[in-house]
């Protein structure tokens, strides 16, 4: 079975410009999950949605970030505009039975985003 | 609340040695326990978990035990290999806190051939 796929791998932008991270769940999984990784703050859960829908969004920084869960098989993380601290690995997700004990997360390989 | 907080890195190791990473947490009721992995470039692998208590997680010959008593999920493994060089990440999660994952600031590993 395909992983958690993010797209892109690697975003260069300049500072002020929109940012667009995308991920597509494991099929048949209901729950999906953004983080961010930094060094100075370790892993961060920004949003997470359920069944498409979301739930808990109290992670995302500020205005500036937008999330969307359209179906089940997409999802975007937006960034409008960037600044240079919104550098980070993002993370994208997935978990088939979430609420249940014991489910874990299942991660892509990130999107690494420099905002110069 | 709940926490979890793991021993500080990095750790290194030859390769053959004996390793463990201590984790200990902070919750109410009965958290599920997590150890994820994640090599250079890649995201956050499950590596094993355990769901009550003194059940045993195995996987890949790295072993950790729910420890009710002592509030510990700490990783081991007999023999690491270079191959092994990694972050690992301790987390719970917990119905109370709507089974999000808390998660430990990682613990980076090196292993020297």
């Known amino acids: 079975d395909a992983g958690v796929i993010q797209s892109p791998r690697h975003e260069v932008t300049e500072m002020g410009q929109e940012v667009t991270l995308r991920c597509k769940p494991i099929s048949g999984h209901n729950s999906l999950f953004w983080y961010r990784q930094t060094m100075m703050r370790g892993l961060e859960l920004l949003i997470y949605?359920?069944?498409?829908?979301?739930?808990?969004d109290s992670g995302m920084p500020e205005d500036r970030f937008s999330a969307k869960m359209p179906n089940a098989s997409f999802s975007t993380l937006k960034i409008q505009p960037s600044e240079p601290r919104d550098s980070a690995v993002y993370f994208c997700?997935?978990?088939?039975?979430?609420?249940?004990?014991?489910?874990?997360?299942?991660f892509g390989d990130g999107t690494r985003l420099s905002i110069l | 609340g709940n926490s979890v907080t793991q021993m500080e890195g990095p750790v290194t190791l030859s390769e053959e040695a004996f390793l463990t990473i201590n984790c200990t947490y902070t919750?109410?009721?009965?958290?599920?326990l997590f150890w994820y992995v994640q090599y250079p470039g890649e995201g956050l692998q499950l590596l094993l978990k355990?769901?009550?208590a003194d059940d045993k997680g195995s996987n890949k010959g790295f072993e950790a035990t729910y420890r009710k008593e002592t509030t510990s999920f700490h990783l081991e493994k007999g023999s690491v290999q270079v191959s092994d060089s990694a972050v690992y990440f301790c987390?719970?999660?917990?119905?109370?806190?709507?089974?999000?994952?808390?998660w430990g600031l990682g613990t980076s590993l090196g292993v020297n051939p």
């Open positions: 949605f359920n069944n498409n829908v979301p739930i808990d």
């Open positions: 987390a719970l999660s917990n119905a109370g806190n709507n089974r999000k994952l808390i």
């Open positions: 997700a997935s978990s088939l039975r979430f609420g249940e004990a014991g489910q874990p997360q299942h």
């Open positions: 355990a769901t009550k």
């Open positions: 919750a109410t009721g009965y958290p599920s």
